[in-house]
């Protein structure tokens, strides 16, 4: 690779030198997503740590992404740069809520976003990514389900499903639940030839506005193959910065510059060499609760 600052030179060699495998989330930022192996989303992240040949994993993203990975690669070490890099989506659902809401709803299945943590995974029926998630609910043989922790993937993916009675959690992305109709609708102002790709993780008065929904990976994707020359990104602004650098014949717009998960922006270059210098933090689970909500993500592998 050329033009490497010297951190990312010393974080390379280290990765060869402990035989590491770094798996970077498209939400941090680019000078970490530029020494990894991969860039993915979340459940791409996991998938890939348990096919690579090393022991040794680092996820450069949020906990739940190093717990999701930990849990299909239990024999392997996983490490996550920032211990303080939550999020806030997944913290909004507990195990507690999840149980009240099955008592409440004895028949409704429940199907829990990738973005949990592995506790509430491991007492849900069955997980989804927000590209699985219309699949998976199709799938479930129950009329109702029990939709966790986010109220506007679960809107959307309601809408879509009519034929199932969903019961929604009120949890969400405080970065995508941020950007409202006026944002988007001054994006468009602003650039009104722009296609317009937005997640759906954002309100449905956003989405309405879109011509295309879609995960993250579905929305570079859907960036690459447009013949429109201008988008408006409807996701993290690292996305559309990504996007950019990838695409300079087309002009990429954020909705808004308010499109920043704090969080993400935690995972530095400096936390990563820290943390292969350090081997931490390492990501442990209770064995029983891994293996329940490897179940449940198998169910959404197989569905
Ligand atoms: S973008 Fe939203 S869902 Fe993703 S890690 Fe940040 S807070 Fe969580």
Not at 61 to 75: D, N, Q, T
């Amino acid at each position: 690779m050329e033009n490497l600052n010297d951190i990312q030179k010393r974080i390379l060699e280290l990765k060869k030198q402990k035989n590491a495998l770094i798996l970077a989330h498209y939400y941090v930022p680019l000078e970490v997503q530029d020494v990894a192996d991969y860039v993915c989303d979340s459940y791409a992240m996991a998938t890939k740590a348990m096919q690579a040949p090393q022991d040794l994993i680092v996820i450069c993203g949020v906990r739940f992404m190093g717990e999701s990975a930990k849990i299909l690669s239990p024999h392997k070490k996983v490490l996550i740069p920032a211990i303080d890099a939550g999020c806030p989506m997944a913290d909004m659902v507990s195990v507690e809520d999840v149980l009240r809401l099955k008592a409440l709803h004895p028949d409704a299945a429940v199907m829990c976003y990738v973005n949990s943590s592995a506790a509430v995974k491991a007492v849900s029926d069955i997980c989804c990514t927000s590209s699985s998630a219309l699949r998976v609910a199709r799938s479930i043989d129950k009329d109702e389900i029990i939709f966790v922790p986010d109220i506007h993937l679960a809107e959307y993916v309601a809408e879509k499903v009519p034929e199932k009675k969903f019961i929604l959690h009120n949890g969400f992305c405080p970065t995508h639940h941020r950007v409202t109709e006026n944002d988007i609708l001054a994006a468009k102002k602003a650039h009104p030839e722009a296609a317009v790709a937005v997640h759906p993780e954002c309100r449905k008065e956003v989405i309405r506005h879109a011509d295309f929904v879609g995960s993250t990976a579905e929305i570079i994707d859907f960036a690459r193959k447009t013949d429109a020359p201008e988008i408006i990104i409807g996701t993290e602004m690292e996305i559309a910065a990504r996007l950019q650098r990838e695409l300079p014949h087309k002009k990429i717009y954020s909705v808004t510059s308010a499109f920043v998960c704090p969080n993400m922006k935690k995972v530095t270059l400096e936390a990563l060499l820290s943390c292969l210098e350090n081997e931490e933090f390492e990501i442990t689970l209770d064995e029983a609760e891994a293996a329940a909500a490897r179940e449940a993500l198998d169910r959404m592998v197989r569905c």
